[in-house]
C-alpha cells in the first residue's frame, strides 16, 4: 500500500513556514472508510481542506458530512492551507451549504470569495452558522448570525514557529464551544492553544 502521509515544514528565522505535504495514503480514503455510526456520534465532525484534493475523499467528506447532520450534529471545516483553496476553492464554496462551523484566516477567506478578507469574512458568515477568521498576530473575528466578537491574540515572549496554529486554533475553539462557552470564550480558548504552539 501506499506510504505514511508526512509534511515537510521550512522554518525560516521569523518563525514563517512553507510546508511541502505529501498525505500518502490519508489521500485514499474513500466512502467505505467511513462509518457513519462513529461519526454520528461525535458532537461535532471537523473535516480537513487537504481531503478535498481527491475525489473519492470528497466523496468520503460528503458521507461523513451526511452521517452528522442525520444525527443532529453539527459540521466544522478547516479550509487547512491557501493552496487548499487555491486548488479547490469552487470546490469548498460548494460543500459551506453543509458546513456548520468554518475555520480559516484571511489569505485563504479572501481567496475563496475572491475578494478582501472583510468582505470574505461577511459573505462566509451568511453561510454557515458560525465563521471563525484568524489573523495571526491580529487575534480573531468570530461571527454566530448577528453576533460578532474580536479576540486579541494572546502574547508570546518569541514566536519560535506557527506550524500548527490554525489547528490548535481550531481545537481550543471547538473544546469551547461543545462545553457550553460563549462565543467569545471559545475564541479566548483558541487564541489560548495557539500560542502555545507558535512559542516552541
Do not use: W
Not at 3 to 15: E, N, Q, Y
Not at 72 to 93: F, K, Q, T
Request: glycine share 12%.
Amino acid at each position: 500500500g501506499s506510504p505514511t502521509g508526512r509534511c515537510l515544514i521550512v522554518v525560516t528565522p521569523d518563525a514563517e513556514r512553507t510546508m511541502s505535504t505529501f498525505l500518502g495514503a490519508a489521500a485514499e480514503i474513500g466512502p467505505a472508510d467511513i462509518d457513519g455510526a462513529v461519526v454520528g456520534a461525535a458532537a461535532i465532525c471537523y473535516l480537513e481542506g487537504y481531503l478535498f484534493d481527491r475525489p473519492q475523499a470528497r466523496e468520503a467528506l460528503a458521507k461523513a458530512v451526511a452521517a452528522s447532520h442525520r444525527a443532529g450534529n453539527r459540521v466544522a471545516l478547516s479550509m487547512s492551507d491557501p493552496g487548499c483553496v487555491e486548488r479547490n476553492g469552487a470546490a469548498i464554496a460548494e460543500a459551506l451549504d453543509e458546513v456548520d462551523i468554518l475555520f480559516g484566516n484571511e489569505d485563504e477567506l479572501a481567496l475563496l470569495f475572491g475578494t478582501d478578507p472583510d468582505s470574505a469574512f461577511a459573505e462566509a458568515a451568511g453561510r454557515c452558522e458560525v465563521v471563525a477568521m484568524t489573523r495571526g498576530a491580529g487575534g480573531c473575528v468570530v461571527a454566530r448570525g448577528d453576533e460578532r466578537v474580536t479576540v486579541p491574540a494572546v502574547p508570546v515572549p518569541a514566536v519560535v514557529d506557527t506550524t500548527g496554529a490554525g489547528d490548535l486554533f481550531a481545537a481550543g475553539f471547538l473544546r469551547g464551544l461543545t462545553t457550553g462557552r460563549s462565543l467569545t470564550g471559545c475564541a479566548e480558548l483558541g487564541a489560548l492553544a495557539a500560542a502555545e504552539v507558535i512559542a516552541h
